[in-house]
Structures are given as C-alpha cells and as structure tokens.
C-alpha cells in the first residue's frame, strides 16, 4: 500500500465491517504485521461506555474533563493523545475525523495528523471529499467490496442531476398572519453565573429571509435557537420580539412554537416508532409523533404532494425506520415544513451525511427557501458548498460573550 490511502465511501457502506476488514488485512495485506489503532466515533463511544459503566476515566481531556461531558473538539483531540502517547501504533485508522467539529478545532486536527504522517501511517475513510487529507498519496473507493483506485482527487466528480422536479406543495391556510420583522433582537446579552455567553447581539429576521448561523463550537448558537424557539427562561430579561409577541408580554411557549419548523440531525435519535412515511408526514399537522387523531382528506392530499416532490409515494406504505440516514432526513425535513411555518430552524442537519446524500438535503433546503414564504435560520459550523443562504450571521467569541455580525458571504471551509 502507499504510505498514506483515504477510502471514500457512501453512508451506504458498513463502516464497522469495513475496519474489521483492514484490520484483518483483508483489504490491506501489509497491516497483518503492523501494530494498529483507532481514532473513530466508535472508539469514543466505547470510551464513554466505560466512563459512565464503571467512573473510569481513561481518555483525558485537556481541563481533564470527563468526555461524555466535553465538547466534540475536546474529545478528538483527547482520543488523539490518548492513541499516541499509549499505543504508537504503526498506523491510525481515521474513521470520519471531521464530522461535527468547528473550522479551529478541524485545523487543529489537520496540523496534527500531518507532523503524525512522517512517521505513522494514515487510512483515512471519508464520506466528504472535502475532508481528504492534503498528504494521503492515493484515494480509492469501494465497489462490491473491492477497493477501486482514483488516479486523482479531481476524479471525485459530482453528479449535477436535480433530485426535485415537482413544484414545492402548498400550505393548507393559505393566508396565514406575517409578521415583519418575524425576530428581533435588541442588545440581547446573556450570562450563566459569571460566565457569557451572547454579547449585545442585534438581529432581526424578516419573513422569507434566508440565514445561516456560525460560529465555533461554545459561541452561543444553541443559545440563540433557545432564545428564538421561547425555551430559554432568560429570554424573560430580554429586549425580543418573537412573531409580533414582546417577549414577557403573558405569551406561552406554545404561541411562540407554532410559528417554527425544526429539525436537528439529532432528532433522528427520537424515532424509534414503525410509522409509515405518510403518517410521519402527517403527523407534521398534529405536532406529534405518530397519528392520535384522524387526518383530513386536505391533510392527506399535502403529505401525498411532499411524497411525490421526494419522489418517494411509491413507498409511503413503507416503515421510516427502514429508511437510509438521507431519506429519513428528506421525510423530516417535509415533516417540519408541511404547515410552512413562518421560520424553519436547522441545526446542523447535515452532521453525518455523506457527499450525495448532502447534496440532495440541500437541494431540498434551497428549494424551500426558493418557492416558500418561510424564513429558514441554517445552524452549521462551516459553509456548506450547495447550501445558498441570503446571508450569514456569524459569532464571535469575546472576553465578554460572542459578539454577532452580518455577513454576505464567506470563504467554503
């Protein structure tokens, strides 16, 4: 083998047999004799495992927090030491190294990894080729098992195919109330105890505007979606304006809520039930998981339209759970949409997907944002090549909290 290889591969592929397999050296004959080791999501979850079975901390963190507790970037960086200063293996297995972290923490990793590769081999397998690490010699992907090499990077080429030919479905009320601004925030500062988190933030958001939210991991993003979704109690304190409803003003969390879509690639965590893709869609109307009230035939002909647009009626009979990572993402994605709310909250949808399976999500989000009256707030650590938002608020942190400025574009990390 060269010195250092990626593997490409789609969300497709059975990443636990596929380490199984080059560690055996079934697809790698030359690592049989070589001491190995791990750096993956599943080596850190393991580690969790351990720290919440038995109080055994054996991966540090750099504050020597446990890492169940610490930050994405604090964990990669904690299991990298760790893989180093106890194993010095002969080669690493890097299983996705990228996912989830914020432009600092990835440069961080990067500048490691590459003072590593003068002396310790690098298997890379990604799902993104952007994150093909600028020092691997050979890339090769996968087909019917086999490895199949690329003669170069540029070979990575994407498909330009449209996934979403049919027009986007109407709303059910079709004049629903604007408000304009939909969000206001007045030199909005919050703290927890003696620590800051936001810093005389000011935005507003105007309906049909299309946002993205960034900033590195601990700058207040979450924060923000909390103060805008009504959860947050400390928004009591605030100068906000949350759907023409002054915030304090007796509005419950409800009156705020029922003017927002959300999806989080967490919630795919939530789903556990066997619902077909129409009652998912549906039960999008009622609010719920799952169907405790009988739909209207209106409702029913708007799941049908979404299932067409995503090209999947044909199988809206079918269990969502038996659906790949992308297409449960489609499902919840019209889902939260099937009332065009005034404003769809994201955050990090994409986390996890690969290459095709982001294109097709993002087609789907511009669309919306395209052929819909709905604001969409995009929450991500870095831009997102296919993603075209209108504009970009971007978190600084300070001394004093993240500070917020408005951005018309910036540079694809």
């Known amino acids: ?132 690490l600028p020092f691997i010699d050979d890339v090769f992907t996968l087909e019917t098992g086999v490895f199949k090499a690329f003669k170069s990077h540029g070979d990575l080429v994407e498909s330009s195919k449209n996934y979403f030919i049919e027009a986007l479905p109407k709303p059910l009320i079709l004049n629903l109330n604007v408000f304009n601004p939909l969000i206001s925030l007045k030199n909005v500062t919050i703290k927890y105890g003696d620590r800051p988190i936001l810093n005389s933030i000011n935005w507003d958001i105007k309906p049909g505007e299309f946002w993205q939210l ?57 789903f556990k039930r066997k619902d077909t893709l129409e009652s998912m869609i549906i039960s999008g109307f009622l609010d719920s998981i799952g169907l405790y009230k009988y739909p209207t035939d209106r409702q029913i002909s708007i799941a049908h339209q979404w299932l067409k647009l995503l090209n999947m009626y044909h199988i809206k009979d079918k269990s969502f759970q038996f659906l790949s990572s992308g297409h449960k993402r489609l499902i919840l994605l019209a889902r939260a949409m099937v009332k065009h709310p005034p404003l769809l909250i994201l955050d990090e949808p994409i986390n996890g997907l690969d290459d095709h399976d982001t294109k097709m999500f993002s087609e789907l989000v511009n669309k919306i944002a395209k052929e819909s009256k709905t604001a969409i707030i995009y929450v991500s650590h870095r831009k997102e090549e296919h993603i075209k938002p209108d504009f970009i608020f971007e978190l600084t942190p300070g001394k004093k909290g993240s500070t917020g400025k408005i951005n018309n574009s910036f540079s694809i990390n």
């Open 1 to 132: 083998m060269s010195k250092h290889i990626a593997i490409y591969i789609s969300n497709k592929e059975n990443k636990v047999q596929l380490i199984k397999r080059i560690t055996a050296g079934e697809l790698i004959p030359e690592l049989v004799t070589l001491k190995g080791s791990i750096f993956s999501e599943i080596t850190l979850n393991r580690f969790i495992e351990e720290e919440m079975r038995h109080g055994r901390f054996d991966v540090k963190t750099q504050t020597n927090n446990s890492l169940k507790n610490s930050s994405e970037g604090e964990r990669k960086r904690a299991l990298l030491n760790h893989i180093l200063t106890e194993s010095n293996p002969d080669y690493i297995i890097l299983d996705n190294a990228f996912d989830c972290l914020d432009i600092n923490a990835q440069k961080q990793i990067k500048t490691r990894l590459e003072e590593l590769s003068c002396t310790t081999s690098i298997v890379q397998i990604t799902t993104r080729k952007r994150d093909i």
């Open 214 to 270: 960034i900033g590195p991991n601990g700058s207040g993003k979450s924060t923000i979606l909390t103060l805008v979704s009504g959860d947050n109690p400390k928004g009591y304190q605030q100068d906000m304006t949350l759907f023409g409803i002054k915030k304090g003003s007796g509005e419950t969390v409800w009156d705020i809520k029922k003017n927002i879509g959300f999806y989080s690639s967490e919630m795919l965590r939530g």
